[in-house]
């Protein structure tokens, strides 16, 4: 064409060829996003059954905390909780695998497992807070609760510097809760106060009396009785 072989351009690019590779195209396209369509389909009838497995590993679990009779049973209750978010960890979204870390981070905190519960629950908090930023109405509760949970295992600790501020930190998300829901979450904010109060009050210096105080009190006592 560039050369003016305008003739041989119109017989090498005949309609009807150009329609036929056009249809060709159009049935391997057709074809890859049936199969798009099929594989797609496949994965999420795959992942159900993952979502199905770790369910069951999480009921192993529970059922191993009634087996009292086995001495392993926490042991092999943690490993059943673990297996099932190693699973979460490789094939569901965000928030379905922060659920499982508070989930089992609640479960620990029942069995008196502290400092590996404040783990997981900042696994999980770190994930909520990422999705609440990009939807805070579905997921700043979330960001309010783990920051609760972890300021109580903060103060169970002893680390009350730590609890009080993730005390405050959640007192701040419920109010924002509150004010986006319309008052809804004044009882939060009445905990997460009544928190507050109980870690500064649990932080002051125990009074201790004078020994020699004590020595005289008790002399006193003895000399009064009849």
Known sequence: ????????????????????????AAQRREKLRQMRESIEA????????????IE????????????????????EACQAYEAGIALAEKHLDQDEIAELYFDYASFLQNNNQFDHAIVLYKQALEI??????????AYLQYVAQTQFNISILFAVNKRF??????AQKALETYTTLNNMFDGHFANEIERANQLIEKIKHDNQPSQKRDPIKRIIAFIKRLFCKK
């Open 161 to 166: 510097e730590e609890a009080l501020s993730m």
């Open 1 to 24: 064409f560039e050369m003016g072989n305008n003739k041989g351009v119109l017989e090498t690019l005949r309609m009807e060829d150009i329609a036929a590779d056009a249809e060709n």
């Open 56 to 75: 069951e590993y999480g009921l192993r679990a529970k059922a191993l905390m009634q087996e009292y009779s086995n001495p392993n049973h926490f042991t």
């Open 128 to 137: 909520y807070t990422h999705l609440a930023e990009l939807h805070p109405e």
């Open 42 to 53: 496949a994965d999420k009838k795959i992942v159900e059954e993952i979502r199905s497995l």
